[in-house]
């Protein structure tokens, strides 16, 4: 009689064992899920590049980041890029940046430490190491400074070369923190932001196309041996010296028609049909040809400002017509880019195509025009086909009154054009 209430009992305990084993074994798989799940804390961090030696700073916040698809918010001084395609997976975060065909691939190191390259995928082995340290929301130092500096001064760059160019810097100091931008001849190079550190200037932008970074030491009302990185490759030196009354070319002057001033184009549609004015349907409208590329945040500015400037008036009158010059000369990718790049600015996903991003290119596909010397270049023509005007770059919202001056001129000129009747 023993022995069969030894087995129930021992029976009794295995299944006891077995239970217990069992949610353990949950607990156990449920604290590695708990473990395996991304800790980002939605604070400030600040991303670091890694120029060859030279480390250039530009600040973020991450939210949503108890989801797998979380949201980081870029600045640059006045400037927020939203980024909604965040993933989050095991011990990795996939940043796809919009408009341009680029993305950071982050490990996480630590809840507060991330660390890996930006990545073009337009271009053929471009990746930049990446880091990311949490809870920093400086620039370049979060010491002030109490030097004053000039707002305004005449800069040059790759000096003494014959490519030297001009540029105006626009500064703004606020007890150290800067911000501002550099005016081209081509166009600015948007919004800047930095710190006044050892008696240098600091400033660099990132925004997903673009990595910008600028050192000068000051000189009394002078900033001398300055360094300018664009990117993975490209450096030069630099130099500004305070006027209050730096000009450049204006941007009508800068390109000019050659021969006659009558528009016409030989393009390749969004479909690949070659067409030219006529077959458009563009006689009798008033049009702007806006030879821009999906790739170029100066074309991006220059895309808002013409919805914008559109906006009062009706098909019949006035129609933007975009002409892309994209890193490949290759149709299918150009009509996916631009169809990314049409939602997120919520313009006619239309376009013509001219090609690879040339300006040599781009130069041979407009003989009327004396060259294409920059993204984008805005061509006006009239009802009756005229070249109205040819403004070439763009001082986008960045510059201040530069982007209203150029919003008011337009204003009156397309006011102009669309009241002028064809004789």
């Not at 790759?158 to 606020?174: H, I, Q, R, S, W």
């Amino acid at each position: 009689l023993v022995e069969p209430f030894l087995s129930l009992a021992l029976m009794k305990n295995f299944i006891i064992l077995a239970v217990a084993l069992s949610l353990i074994s949950c607990e156990s798989t449920n604290n590695q899920g708990a473990e395996n799940r991304i800790s980002i804390p939605a604070t400030p961090w600040r991303f670091t590049l890694n120029l060859n030696g030279h480390s250039l700073p530009f600040n973020g916040t991450f939210s949503n980041v108890e989801k797998r698809s979380a949201t980081l918010t870029l600045r640059n001084a006045d400037e927020k890029i939203i980024i909604e395609n965040v993933i989050l997976r095991n011990d990795s975060v996939i940043v796809e940046l919009p408009f341009f065909n680029t993305e950071m691939h982050l490990r996480v190191e630590s809840p507060f430490m991330l660390s890996g390259v930006w990545v073009n995928l337009d271009k053929e082995d471009y990746r930049i190491p990446l880091n990311a340290e949490q809870g920093q929301d400086f620039r370049f130092t979060n010491t002030g400074s109490q030097l004053q500096l000039p707002s305004k001064y005449m800069a040059k760059f790759e000096l003494g070369t014959d490519t030297e160019y001009p540029a105006v810097l626009l500064l703004e100091n606020n007890s150290g923190k800067l911000t501002g931008t550099f005016l081209t001849e081509t166009g600015d190079y948007r919004y800047l932001e930095g710190n006044i550190m050892n008696k240098s200037v600091y400033l660099s932008t990132f925004d997903g196309s673009h990595a910008l970074y600028f050192q000068a030491e000051i000189k009394a009302d002078s900033l001398v041996n300055g360094i300018f990185k664009s990117g993975k490759n490209y450096v030069t030196d630099w130099m500004a010296f305070a006027d209050s009354t730096a000009t450049l070319k204006k941007p009508e002057e800068i390109t000019s028609i050659k021969g006659s001033d009558s528009m016409d184009i030989n393009l390749r549609n969004q479909d690949g049909e070659v067409v030219d004015w006529a077959g458009l349907d563009l006689d009798g409208k008033v049009v702007i040809l806006d030879i821009m590329g999906t790739w170029c945040p100066n074309c991006m500015d220059a895309s808002r400002a013409l919805k914008e400037l559109a906006t009062p008036y009706s098909e019949n009158d006035l129609v933007v017509v975009p002409v892309l010059f994209e890193y490949r000369d290759d149709l299918t990718k150009a009509r996916k880019a631009f169809s990314e790049y049409s939602e997120r600015l919520n313009i006619p996903e239309t376009f013509l195509f001219g090609g690879k991003a040339s300006k040599k290119v781009a130069t041979k596909k407009f003989p009327m025009l004396s060259s294409i010397s920059s993204f984008p270049t805005l061509v006006f023509v009239g009802r009756d086909r005229q070249i109205a005007e040819v403004y070439t770059g763009f001082y986008g919202p960045g510059t201040g009154e530069y982007y209203n001056e150029f919003m008011r001129n337009k204003e009156k000129l397309l006011a102009r054009l669309v009241n002028d009747e064809i004789q």
